[in-house]
C-alpha cells in the first residue's frame, strides 16, 4: 500500500468563495468543485500542492482536517483496525467516486483515508 497524495481540509461556510484567493490571488486552479468541497490545485505541477475548502466531509459527516489518498484502502482499513485507531466513520463506497473511512490518528485528528474508484467498479463480496 502506498500513499498517493496528501490535502489539507479546511472547514468554510461558502467553499467556492475561495476561489478569489486561491485562483485569483495565488494563481491555483480547481480541479473539483462539488459544491460541499472545491479543491484547489497548483497548476501544471505534477504531484501539484493541494488544499480543500469544505462545507462539510461529504454525506453530512464533519470535515476531516486531512485526506490521505492510498492505492489500497481495504489495507489501509484493515491496518487501521488491526493496529487499534479508533474507526470514526465505516469503510464505504460513496456516490462521488472513491471508497474512504475516517481515522482518529495519534494526535487525535480525523483522517479521510480514501482511494479513488472506477465508474464501473464492483468490490468483489
Do not use: K
Request: proline letters at 9%; aromatic letters at 8%.
Amino acid at each position: 500500500m502506498s500513499v498517493l497524495r496528501v490535502v489539507a481540509n479546511l472547514p468554510a461556510a461558502d467553499p467556492a468563495a475561495g476561489r478569489a484567493f486561491y485562483c485569483g490571488v495565488l494563481g491555483m486552479e480547481a480541479p473539483m468543485d462539488m459544491g460541499w468541497i472545491v479543491t484547489f490545485a497548483a497548476p501544471g505541477v505534477e504531484q501539484a500542492p493541494q488544499l480543500s475548502l469544505m462545507s462539510e466531509g461529504g454525506g453530512g459527516a464533519p470535515v476531516p482536517p486531512l485526506s490521505v489518498e492510498v492505492d489500497d484502502v481495504d489495507a489501509a482499513y484493515e491496518r487501521a483496525v488491526a493496529a487499534g485507531f479508533e474507526i470514526t466513520r465505516a469503510l464505504a463506497d460513496e456516490p462521488w467516486g472513491v471508497r474512504r473511512f475516517f481515522v482518529r490518528g495519534p494526535a487525535g485528528e480525523i483522517v479521510n483515508v480514501l482511494a479513488h474508484i472506477d465508474a464501473g467498479f464492483s468490490r468483489p463480496e
